[in-house]
């Protein structure tokens, strides 16, 4: 069955996407939930309207997510921990720590520690580079300063 998708659907495609797929997962799950709708002749004259706005959504997330990963790098992020003379820390800082970290310094920037990424926990004293995903493929380097408890 063809059908146009009126929403981003996984593994299958973007709005304004004519599709083949089969007629039960087209009845029974893509046109209930209102992801997709039948293609017919007027219905494949309106693919072109879901398409430019659909393309002038993307453009305006992926610019604002552009401005926040500027705003994530200017941040200085500063995370305390326990740690012995010899600069090791009594346990690690993991991205849950810095996403709250982060959160705390941004004032208005919810980050969640999902996005946060750490190829392993920080075990050490020092600064360190993590890589923050911001969305729309958009990633922001963030510095990581990393110190001794008092």
């Known amino acids: 069955m063809k059908i146009i ?14 599709v083949t797929v089969a007629d039960g ?10 992801l997709a709708v039948p293609a017919t002749k007027a219905g494949v004259r309106h693919v072109e309207s879901l398409k430019r706005a659909h393309e002038v959504r993307e453009a305006k997330e992926r610019t604002e997510s552009e401005a926040l990963a500027e705003r994530l790098r200017s941040i200085p992020v500063r995370v305390s921990a326990n740690a012995g003379e010899d600069g090791k820390l009594f346990g690690s800082v993991t991205a849950a720590d810095i996403a709250e970290e982060l959160t705390k ?34 990633e922001a380097e963030v510095t990581v300063e990393v110190v001794a408890a008092e």
């Open 105 to 138: 310094q941004a004032e208005g920037i919810e980050v969640d520690r999902h996005k946060v990424h750490l190829e392993e926990p920080i075990r050490s004293i020092g600064v360190h580079t993590v890589t923050v995903h911001v969305g729309q493929g958009v």
């Open 25 to 34: 997962y087209a009845r029974n799950y893509l046109i209930p939930r209102n």
């Open 5 to 18: 998708l009126q929403q981003t659907v996984e593994k299958l495609g973007n709005p304004g996407d004519v």
